[in-house]
């Protein structure tokens, strides 16, 4: 009698034993499957609604620009630069957002074909964190001129006719954009901050062809032609 009782304890306890572990299973299983999941779900919704466990107040890379040119004749531009990686980037031309990109792994990112407006242009770029942390790059400003440059002759004339000796080497004078090169068939005129140029010029006996071209800050382009005889 007391081996049976024995035994149907230990059945008892064995079959307790099986329940307590099937029902342990069961929940590690609804644990892993859908209590896990969901609490990394929670998560990452608060964390990109911007609810931070810890608010971030630190501001990105200072973002560092290309060099650009001091002017230009082209409508359109485009530069590069490096800043906070994975970072928004933003185009502010002129005060506006004119373009939006992302920096990569490396931090790198690039602005394609914006379009310039007539005169000067203020150019700089914003970097934008996952916190709305925003830091701006240093300004830069770049001429859009797409107008040929004045150029006036003031000495010596066209057509004219030197005959003393003493006149041989003829003195150039001139005006025109400040900031542009002057050249006299090939050779670099001296030019001063309000665009006054001046050099000189061998005449050879009979006539003398100077020609002049002038190349403005943006690349625009001018060319005259003057005849001066010498006749000793």
Known sequence: MTGRMQNYQQKKAMQQSLILLMITLVLLAVFLLLIMPLT????????????????DTIPPQVPALS??????????????????????????????ITQESEADLDGNFS??????????????????????????????????????PTLEITMPTDGSVVTKRKEQLAQIKGVTEPKSRVLLNDKLLFIDSHGNFSGSFQLNEGENVMRFHVIDLAGNQIEQELRVSYQP
Do not use: W
């Open 67 to 96: 060099s650009l040119v001091e002017a230009t004749n082209s409508a359109q531009l485009s530069l590069s630069g490096y800043g906070e990686p994975q970072s928004t980037m933003r185009l502010m031309l002129n005060g506006a």
């Open 40 to 55: 990394i779900r929670i998560y990452d919704s608060i964390k990109k609604g911007g609810i931070l466990l810890e608010e």
């Open 111 to 148: 602005f394609i074909d914006f379009v310039l407006s007539d005169g000067e242009n203020t150019i700089s770029v914003v970097s934008l964190d996952e916190a709305e942390n925003a830091t701006e790059s240093k300004k830069q400003t770049i001429l859009f001129d797409n107008q040929i």
